[in-house]
């Protein structure tokens, strides 16, 4: 399909490109004399650090796209209404199609709003500042059921295998206190996580992916999950996470890998709950 231009300053935000943050495994580039990398350096720690904050070169949605935006949006929050919560973290592109289509309640999703998926999807994530690895190349990209087990009083799946044993480590060694609060996530899920951020934000892409991984680009569609303190809520999505009993025994198990460190290289916000296992 013939994609077409979307973003306003496109050509500023392809200026990202240039810098090799996803080849320093966590080390800053070297020193540029004329300051210009580390000026970029720190307005990308900027952003990270003010996540929420609307900034001038934010990459916007164009504006006629908008309806798109929520209409595609309406839908996919149907299908998941329809669904459940737990089924529609599997739910795959096509899956959720015909769930759309057999239901007068949702309605088929138009070639509109196919086509602008289809566009977020396969769109570069760093045009807006998404600097991370996209590790599901297909929109149509499925979850195999018969690899994936239910976390008992979760509500999430996890991957079995080293994703689940994982999990029950962390469980064994941090207590009951811990729990899982978003595991595998499809295609469909990160889609409607991401949007709902991107509408939030008036069609700001750089605002949303500085909190959200791009369709795609979300490793808990292969291993990744997310844990948090029982009983504190949405909290655990947030830096005050840190303070809790959990968190303190996760970083003093020493091994445990996070995704998306403080002032990472990937423009993402710090992630001190989000578990590394892909």
Same mark, same amino acid.
């Given at each position: *399909?013939?994609?077409?231009?979307?973003?306003?300053?496109?050509?500023?935000?392809?200026?990202?490109?240039?810098?090799?943050?996803?080849?320093?495994?966590?080390?800053? #580039?070297?020193? $540029?004399?004329?300051?210009?990398?580390? @000026?970029?350096?720190?307005?990308?720690? &900027?952003?990270?650090?003010?996540? $929420?904050?609307?900034?001038?070169?934010? &990459?916007?949605?164009?504006?006629?796209?908008?309806?798109?935006? $929520?209409?595609?949006?309406? !839908?996919?929050?149907?299908?998941?209404?329809?669904?459940?919560?737990?089924?529609?973290?599997?739910?795959?592109?096509?899956?959720?199609?015909?769930?759309?289509?057999?239901?007068?309640?949702?309605?088929?999703?138009? +070639?509109?709003?196919?086509?602008?998926?289809? *566009? %977020?999807?396969?769109?570069?994530?760093?045009?807006?500042?998404? *600097?991370?690895?996209?590790?599901?190349?297909?929109?149509?990209? +499925?979850?195999?059921?018969?690899?994936?087990?239910? &976390?008992?009083?979760?509500?999430?799946?996890?991957?079995?295998?080293?994703?689940?044993?994982?999990?029950?480590?962390? !469980?064994?060694?941090?207590? @009951?206190?811990? %729990?899982?609060?978003?595991?595998?996530?499809s295609v469909m899920k990160q889609f409607l996580l991401f949007l709902s951020k991107a509408k939030a934000g008036r069609g700001n892409l750089s605002l949303a992916s500085r909190s959200l991984a791009p369709p795609g680009y979300s490793f808990h569609g292969i291993g990744d999950f997310d844990v948090g303190q029982q009983g504190y809520g949405t909290r655990n999505f947030?830096?005050?996470?840190?303070?809790? #009993?959990?968190?303190?025994?996760?970083?003093?198990?020493?091994?445990? +890998?996070?995704?998306?460190? !403080?002032?990472?290289?990937?423009?993402?916000?710090?992630?001190?709950?989000?578990?590394?296992?892909?």
């Open positions: *399909m013939e994609r077409r231009c979307f973003l306003k300053q496109a050509a500023l935000a392809l200026t990202l490109a240039a810098f090799p943050f996803t080849e320093t495994h966590g080390e800053a #580039p070297a020193s $540029d004399p004329s300051g210009s990398v580390d @000026n970029h350096i720190k307005d990308r720690l &900027i952003k990270q650090r003010l996540f $929420d904050t609307v900034f001038e070169d934010d &990459i916007f949605l164009d504006e006629a796209l908008l309806p798109q935006l $929520d209409s595609s949006l309406a !839908r996919l929050q149907k299908v998941q209404a329809l669904v459940g919560y737990s089924n529609f973290c599997l739910l795959d592109f096509d899956e959720a199609l015909k769930a759309a289509k057999a239901y007068a309640a949702i309605g088929e999703f138009s +070639k509109p709003e196919l086509d602008f998926l289809e *566009m %977020i999807f396969y769109s570069q994530g760093e045009t807006y500042g998404f *600097m991370g690895e996209k590790p599901i190349k297909t929109i149509t990209g +499925k979850i195999s059921k018969n690899k994936v087990e239910k &976390i008992p009083f979760t509500g999430n799946y996890l991957y079995q295998g080293r994703p689940a044993e994982l999990y029950q480590e962390i !469980r064994r060694q941090v207590g @009951n206190g811990v %729990i899982l609060t978003s595991g595998v996530r947030t830096e005050a996470f840190t303070q809790t #009993p959990v968190y303190k025994k996760l970083i003093d198990l020493g091994y445990l +890998k996070f995704r998306y460190e !403080r002032d990472n290289n990937l423009g993402v916000r710090f992630e001190p709950w989000h578990i590394e296992v892909a």
